[in-house]
């Protein structure tokens, strides 16, 4: 089954410890992103990949890095989670940029304490 | 980056009702246009897409029409039933690869 696959699904973590979302995806494609989603303010961008070790900003970059050494997997890092970075996080991916639709995962709801 | 601008919500209404959902997009070229839907603990899906200048998307009886003269690709359904309930949002994919989604519209249907 084509799907994008993250985990966790919750995580509730502390204030300063690291950590990594991943986020896989079975359909070869080459563009994959992160958002995140916040009462009111929608889905936001926080970084986007067009391919593998292509990686550019989003809207809201601070605060998180991303790598993209295989074309499957585009782990979100927190190096440093603060509480504002409590929120849920959705990953997506898409084959050719502009006809194709995003494909989005289920979900990692973050809570930082 | 490319932009909408979408129908604030919430929007309520009763089952059988006409549903109409305004998005006028800003975008560099001539992006493709896109609907998603989410569902209540769901991440987005793809609702329906039209490609090029007066090409209709439709899909589950929602249908968008895309109109270049006036940026605009408005969501439409005749008789919403209760399972239409979710958050609808517009999307251009245009030359740019950056793509924020808005605070989206949400939709509460009433038996």
């Known amino acids: 089954e084509a799907q994008v696959t993250q985990n966790p699904r919750y995580l509730i973590t502390v204030t300063g410890k690291k950590l990594t979302v991943t986020c896989s995806q079975n359909?070869?494609?080459?563009?994959m992103s992160w958002y995140r989603q916040d009462p009111g303010l929608g889905l936001r961008q926080i970084y986007y990949s067009m391919n593998v070790e292509v990686t550019d900003k989003g809207d809201v970059p601070e605060g998180y890095k991303v790598s993209r050494k295989e074309k499957r997997n585009f782990p979100l890092i927190l190096e440093s989670p603060s509480p504002n970075q409590t929120s849920l996080y959705f990953c997506?991916?898409?084959?050719?940029?502009?006809?194709?639709?995003?494909?989005f995962g289920n979900g990692t709801r973050l809570t930082v304490t | 980056g490319d932009s909408v601008t979408q129908m604030e919500g919430p929007v309520t209404l009763s089952e059988e009702a006409f549903l109409t959902i305004n998005c006028t997009y800003t975008?560099?070229?001539?992006?493709?246009l896109f609907w998603y839907v989410q569902y209540p603990g769901e991440g987005l899906q793809l609702l329906l897409k039209a490609t090029k200048a007066d090409d209709k998307g439709s899909n589950k009886g929602f249908e968008a029409t895309y109109r270049k003269e006036t940026t605009s690709f408005h969501l439409e359904k005749g008789s919403v039933q209760v399972s239409d309930s979710a958050v609808y949002f517009c999307?251009?994919?245009?030359?740019?690869?950056?793509?924020?989604f808005g605070a989206g519209t949400t939709v509460t249907v009433r038996a």
């Open positions: 359909m070869n494609h080459e563009y």
């Open positions: 975008a560099t070229g001539y992006p493709s």
């Open positions: 999307a251009p994919h245009g030359n740019d690869y950056k793509l924020s």
């Open positions: 997506a991916s898409s084959g050719r940029w502009g006809n194709s639709p995003l494909h």
